[in-house]
T-cell receptor, first 116, second 110 residues
Framework: GAGVSQSPSNKVTEKGKDVELRCDPI?????LYWYRQRLGQGLEFLIY????????KSGLPSDRFSAERTGESVSTLTIQRTQQEDSAVYLC??????????????FGPGTRLTVT | GQQVMQIPQYQHVQEGEDFTTYCNSS?????IQWYKQRPGGHPVFLIQ?????EVKKQKRLTFQFGEAKKNSSLHITATQTTDVGTYFC??????????FGSGTQLTVLP
């Protein structure tokens, strides 16, 4: 079966423009996560979706960042008025339903965002 | 909030030497996961530890979860060039998300 897919794989944008990143989780995975990974750094949690529950947005760094998820499928991460410090790889991960946090996360290949 | 510290940040070893990375949490964890990220790749799940004092082995890799469930380690015996990459621990506490450590970047010199 297909894994987590993300698009685009690379995105170069000018400072001030809006960008939209897409994540297609593994079918049947109700949990979906977005992370940001700056060059040579660890993974920074951004947002978490679980089924129809309210998303956990506690990791979003500013109100320029937002994310949506349609049911238990595709998710989009939107960054408005991009800044150079937004340059990073944005990783999406999904997890199968289960007891809370007891299952591994499957990561997509990421979207490398470069803001010039 | 929950913080997960990981040391060392970088480690260079000669092929055949052992390697260990350590992970410490500011709070008690319900479980801890380990991931490996190859250069240019994305994190891939290695293992999950749940029980206090748990030890799990995968070939040359040994994972431990501390008695207090606040620390963990990954030990690789006799490293090979295929072990190159960044190893992340990720802890789960009371919140629903995982908190990742900053990772240990392993370089294996042939």
């Amino acid at each position: 079966g297909a894994g987590v897919s993300q698009s685009p794989s690379n995105k170069v944008t000018e400072k001030g423009k809006d960008v939209e990143l897409r994540c297609d989780p593994i079918s049947g995975h109700t949990a979906l996560y977005w992370y940001r990974q700056r060059l040579g750094q660890g993974l920074e949690f951004l947002i978490y979706f679980q089924g129809n529950s309210a998303p956990d947005k506690s990791g979003l760094p500013s109100d320029r960042f937002s994310a949506e998820r349609t049911g238990e499928s595709v998710s989009t991460l939107t960054i408005q008025r991009t800044q150079q410090e937004d340059s990073a790889v944005y990783l999406c991960a999904s997890r199968q339903p289960g007891q809370g946090r007891s299952y591994e996360q499957y990561f997509g290949p990421g979207t490398r965002l470069t803001v010039t | 909030g929950q913080q997960v510290m990981q040391i060392p940040q970088y480690q260079h070893v000669q092929e055949g030497e052992d390697f260990t990375t350590y992970c410490n949490s500011s709070t008690t964890l319900s479980n801890i996961q380990w991931y490996k990220q190859r250069p240019g790749g994305h994190p891939v799940f290695l293992i999950q530890l749940v029980k206090s004092g748990e030890v799990k082995k995968q070939k040359r890799l040994t994972f431990q979860f501390g008695e207090a469930k606040k620390n963990s380690s990954l030990h690789i015996t006799a490293t090979q060039t295929t072990d190159v990459g960044t190893y992340f621990c990720a802890g789960s506490g009371s919140a629903r998300q995982l908190t990742f450590g900053s990772g240990t970047q392993l370089t294996v010199l042939p």
